[in-house]
Each structure stands twice: as C-alpha cells, then as structure tokens.
C-alpha cells in the first residue's frame, strides 16, 4: 500500500467555480501522475512528474487545468473555472519503486453542475 | 490512432467458464505490459505483469504477442468475484508514461 491520499472524495460545484483536488503521496516514489476517468474515455493521463517536475503536460485539456507539486508530499490539480464536462474521477498515482507498479490514490469524483 | 485499444465489452459469463480479453497497443517498441483490475467505485490496481514468455498466476494466464502487439488475459474457472473491469497497460520505450486501455468489463453470473 502506498498510501496515496486525494481529497476531497467528492465535490459538487457549480458551473465556473474554481476546484482544487489534492493529492499527498508517501516518499519513495519518483512519479507522480494524474489521470481523469470518464464512462467514455476511460483512463487519461493529464500530466505527470518526476521528482516534483512537470514532464509531460500533454494530456492536460486545455488552460483551464493546472498542476503542481511543490515538493514530495504534495501536489494539486487546479481547474479554474470548472465545466459540466469536467465531470468526472480524478486520480493520484505513484510510480518509481522499480517494479513498473502504478499505486493509485482512491481518486476524487468531481460533479460540475 | 490511441496508444491502447481494448474491447470494452461487457462480457457476461456464468461460472465456471474460461474468458479471455485481447488489449492491441500502437507503439511497436513498447517495453513493459500489465493488466489491472478495477472494481466498481474503486481504483485501479495491479493485477498481474505480462512477460514476453508468457505467465500465469493461479487462474489467470497473461501472454504478449509482439509480432502482433496485443496482450491477451486468460481467466479459468471464472468466480463471482472476478466481476471486475479489467484495464490494460502499456508503457512505451520513450518514457514514463503509463497508457491504460478503456477496460473491459466482466461480470460472472451465478
């Protein structure tokens, strides 16, 4: 268990608010990633890092959506301002112990009115 | 053209049978495969690594075709509890990512 901790669990906001999902990952991983799980579109990956930088942020949609890892212990995913399409389950995942494993927090499910 | 592609299913099977889910991938050099499994409302997590010879652990066997680029999932004796989505990973020789199929899912019926 590699005790990735997201919160929140579960936000409902309005059309045009900021979100701010959080992510606090233990030590001993070099990577960071983040991904968004919809119905339709499965597993994507937004962005991930490696040793608290940002290595590829294609996956990221669009400028609304910003990611940062100030150190170690903790990161964030920041969508401002929010959309209905936004919707959906955001996950922290962890990598770097050398087994190719992916540790994935429990994730948070965002409902954007 | 997606990194992974995965017939997303869903597969209905009663007990007992054998079900098998194919995952093609695009990147010919691509180095390193695993399924997960995700249960419903969960995170995903790892179900078992796919080597180029092949493994099998307990019921379930994982094979890598790379000629064709897919890897295969095998599971035997199906259980109730091995209704799941079952997800794909593939990790291309460029990098760190980790690119995850849409998931199939299964579910055993008593």
């Known amino acids: 268990d590699a005790g990735v901790i997201q919160s929140p669990r579960h936000e409902v906001t309005e059309m045009g608010q900021e979100v701010t999902l959080r992510c606090k990952p233990i030590?001993?991983?070099?990577?960071l990633f983040w991904y968004r799980q919809t119905m339709m579109r499965g597993l994507e990956l937004l962005i991930y890092f490696n040793n608290n930088v940002p290595i590829d942020d294609s996956g990221m949609p669009e400028d609304r959506f910003s990611a940062k890892m100030p150190n170690a212990s903790f990161s964030t995913l920041k969508i401002q301002p929010s959309e209905p399409r936004d919707s959906a389950v955001y996950f922290c995942a962890l990598a770097g112990g050398g087994t190719g494993e992916l540790f994935f927090g429990e994730g948070s499910r965002l409902t954007v009115l | 053209r997606k990194e992974v592609e995965q017939d997303p299913g869903p597969f209905n099977v009663p007990e007992g049978a054998t079900v098998a889910f194919n995952c093609t991938y695009s990147?010919?050099?691509?180095?390193?495969f695993f399924w997960y499994r995700q249960d419903c409302r969960k995170e995903p997590k790892l179900l078992m690594s796919v080597y180029s010879s092949g493994n099998e652990d307990g019921r379930f066997t994982a094979q890598l075709n790379r000629a064709s680029q897919y890897i295969s999932l095998l599971i035997r004796d199906s259980k109730l509890s091995d209704s799941a989505t079952y997800l794909c990973?593939?990790?291309?020789?460029?990098?760190?990512?980790?690119?995850f199929g849409t998931g199939t899912s299964l579910t055993v019926i008593p």
């Open positions: 990147n010919s050099a691509s180095q390193s």
């Open positions: 990973v593939v990790i291309p020789n460029t990098g760190n990512q980790f690119y």
């Open positions: 030590s001993g991983h070099d990577y």
